[in-house]
Each structure stands twice: as structure tokens, then as C-alpha cells.
């Protein structure tokens, strides 16, 4: 059994754990969520108010969890998993548009497999140009105008629910055109 540091403590045994990290002196926690760990900053420099600061965004992520938001909100798939929750509740209302299914698809088949695991807030111009080269090789051709637009019609619809929702700062612009091959 490992022994006690005094720089970490558990609040809660195995689900809500704070410490500090050796280059600063702000307090870090670290809490589950339907059984997946989520890292956050207390942003606090006391101790005990670093202790209530975590179980306060313990249970604020309890509640975005409950209520279909993202916990983890800057990371692209949760942001693009609540955006087809978005498509889907317009489709209940009937809302959606013919084109939400295919949407749906190219979040899960493209979208989600590349920007995945990315903070959205750090997609930038030279990732979108990745994102290009990757989705050709996956496809195996060169995309047709329609094709590309369709992708760029359902990465700006990620982008907004971002914008909407977690009011996050993007380092992106919206995207009118990604295809070098269609540029003229």
C-alpha cells in the first residue's frame, strides 16, 4: 500500500481526490463521473477551500452529466455527442432537416475519429488542414464539392453548439470552404 502524501487527500474514497502538483501551489482535483475520471483546477490556494470548491465541481458535473451536457466540455467529441443530442431532439419536434442523418454520420464516421480527443478551443487553421489530408486518405479520393460541404456544414454546426452552450473562445474561424483541391 502506497503511503499517505500530505499534498493529496481524498474528500470522497476513490471518487473525489485533491492535490497539488510539485510546480504550483494552487490546488488540482480529480473526481469520477460515471466511472470515468474527470481533472479539474480548484483554482484555490487553501486548503479547505479547495476541498469545497471540488465537491462544488463534483456536483456540477453530476448535474451537466443528468442533464445531457457535456462534462468534459472543451473536448470536440463531447461537444459533437451533444450536438447530434441537439439534431436528434429537433427530429423528435419535428424540427430537423433532411440532412441531420447524414450529419449524424459523418460526426461518427470522420469528425469524432480525427478531432476526437482535441480541446475544440485549439482546432486551428493547420488542424483543419490536417483534418483535410486525413479524410482524403480515408476516403481514398479526392471529395466532391458537395461532400466537403456537407462536413463543413456539420463542423460549423459543432463550432456553434460550442459557442452556444459552453460560450468557449474558439481559435477557429467558420469554415466556408476546406478543400485546396477545389480552390481556385
Request: positive net charge; aromatic residues 8%.
Given at each position: 500500500m502506497p503511503e499517505k502524501l500530505e499534498t493529496t487527500h481524498q474528500i470522497i474514497p476513490r471518487e473525489l481526490i485533491i492535490y497539488l502538483r510539485p510546480s504550483t501551489d494552487v490546488w488540482q482535483c480529480r473526481f469520477k463521473v460515471d466511472g470515468r475520471w474527470i481533472v479539474k483546477t480548484t483554482k484555490?490556494?487553501?486548503l479547505q477551500?479547495?476541498?469545497?470548491?471540488?465537491?462544488?465541481l463534483m456536483i456540477e458535473a453530476e448535474i451537466r452529466k443528468a442533464s445531457n451536457i457535456p462534462v468534459v466540455?472543451?473536448?470536440?467529441?463531447?461537444i459533437a455527442k451533444l450536438a447530434k443530442l441537439t439534431m436528434e431532439n429537433e427530429t423528435?419536434?419535428?424540427k430537423a432537416i433532411a440532412s441531420y442523418k447524414q450529419y449524424a454520420q459523418i460526426i461518427d464516421d470522420f469528425l469524432i475519429p480525427f478531432f476526437g480527443n482535441k480541446n475544440?478551443?485549439?482546432i486551428n487553421h493547420n488542424v483543419l488542414e490536417d483534418y483535410e489530408v486525413w479524410r482524403t486518405e480515408k476516403m481514398g479520393r479526392t471529395l466532391a464539392y458537395s461532400t466537403v460541404r456537407k462536413h463543413n456544414v456539420t463542423l460549423n454546426r459543432i463550432?456553434?453548439?460550442?459557442v452556444y452552450f459552453l460560450k468557449c473562445k474558439l481559435a477557429v474561424f467558420k469554415i466556408t470552404f476546406l478543400c485546396s483541391s477545389l480552390k481556385s
Open positions: 484555490e490556494r487553501d477551500k479547495a476541498k469545497d470548491r471540488a465537491k462544488r466540455t472543451k473536448k470536440f467529441r463531447d423528435k419536434n419535428g475544440i478551443d485549439s463550432f456553434d453548439e460550442a
